[in-house]
């Protein structure tokens, strides 16, 4: 199991870039990036299969039932959906080891902005 402050130390120019591209601005929203780290780590629904495109030299997904694919991760919507409630007070709940995690985000987070 990967150690959630292993995760920042190692990991967080991946996850600030796909905190990004779910719509979260780090500096300004670090209480958000808990569910950057979720969906970055989050398994593909069950019948997806990724997928790596030579031409271009990127990963892609595909599922066999229904002959979709796409280039974002199957859940994508979802966590940008979750980081638009968060935004409008729908507040998730947050256990004791989220909470912890979340705190080693924003330390790391402070630390690389130099605060």
Aim: negative net charge; aromatic residues 12%.
């Amino acid at each position: 199991m990967l150690n959630i402050c292993e995760f920042c130390n190692n990991g967080i120019p991946e996850l600030l870039d796909y905190a990004k591209r779910l719509g979260i601005n780090p500096d300004a929203e670090p209480h958000l990036l808990d569910l950057a780290r979720e969906g970055l780590m989050a398994a593909l629904p069950k019948g997806w299969s990724p997928c790596f495109h030579e031409a271009s030299g990127a990963w892609y997904y595909y599922e066999a039932a229904t002959g979709t694919t796409t280039w974002e991760h199957p859940l994508d919507a979802v966590y940008r959906g979750l980081v638009e409630q968060a935004r409008t007070g729908n507040k998730r709940q947050m256990s004791f080891g989220t909470r912890l995690n979340t705190s080693c985000l924003f330390y790391d987070h402070l630390i690389r902005v130099g605060l």
